[in-house]
């Protein structure tokens, strides 16, 4: 089984709220990934975990924060987005991260539209 | 540093035409290589991939073989099907720079009935 759920499929949210973004795995991977993908392009890679530690921050702006609370799941915290944050947010897991060139698996995404 | 350049889209075909995209990559050492689909509204994919020189990767009758000496990597389907419309993407994995993915811009493509 190689699937990476996602919840909740759409969100619509306003500038004021807060809300959050899970991602789930059961596959053992000990990397998981937080991309943002804008329509026409490709993902653009936000935060990495590697044994449920952050590794990887690609300076995002701090109204996303991330949260890994076990192995398994994976949560993007938001709050005050912008507009322009409206995105496809894509989860990802791989074995490991680090050395070895592990493929990476995605989840279907939560399309998100702030207003 | 790394990058991968697909060609531009959309591709648009007829149904049982042959398909191929070009993907060429620049990386030092020896990266891993994927393809990608994402079908309309969906998340992406794993379609195939390749580690080594001369590997090739298939999946669903596509075929993709890593060619070092071209620094290639095309995308091949020979009779596409109305369910194959979608969007490719090419990308490249180096150990050294763990597992950052470095995707290609995308290939669109379309096969009309």
């Known amino acids: 089984d190689t699937e990476v759920t996602q919840t909740p499929k759409h969100l619509v949210m306003g500038m004021t709220n807060k809300k959050s973004l899970k991602c789930e795995q059961h596959m053992g991977h000990r990397a998981m990934y937080w991309y943002k993908q804008k329509a026409k392009k490709p993902p653009e890679l936000m935060f990495v975990y590697s044994y449920e530690k952050l590794s990887i921050n690609e300076s995002v702006p701090s109204r996303f924060s991330p949260e890994c609370p076990n192995s398994s799941l994976l949560n993007l915290h938001l709050h005050a987005l912008q507009p322009e944050d409206s995105a496809l947010y894509l989860c990802?897991?791989?074995?490991?991260?680090?050395?070895?060139?592990?493929?990476?698996?995605f989840g279907p995404g939560t399309r998100l539209t702030v207003t | 540093g790394n990058s991968v350049t697909q060609m531009e889209g959309p591709v648009t075909l007829s149904e049982e035409a042959f398909l191929t995209i070009n993907c060429t990559y620049t990386a030092t050492g020896y990266p891993s290589l994927f393809w990608y689909v994402q079908y309309p509204g969906e998340g992406l994919q794993l379609l195939l991939k390749?580690?080594?020189?001369?590997d090739k990767g298939s999946n669903k009758g596509f075929e993709a073989t890593y060619r070092k000496e071209t620094t290639s990597f095309h995308l091949e389907k020979g009779s596409v099907q109305v369910s194959d419309s979608a969007v490719y993407f090419c990308?490249?994995?180096?150990?050294?720079?763990?597992?950052?993915?470095?995707f290609g811009g995308g290939t669109r493509v379309l096969v009309k009935p």
């Open positions: 390749a580690t080594k020189a001369d």
């Open positions: 990802a897991s791989s074995h490991r991260f680090g050395t070895d060139p592990y493929e990476q698996y």
């Open positions: 990308a490249l994995l180096r150990e050294a720079a763990g597992n950052k993915l470095t």
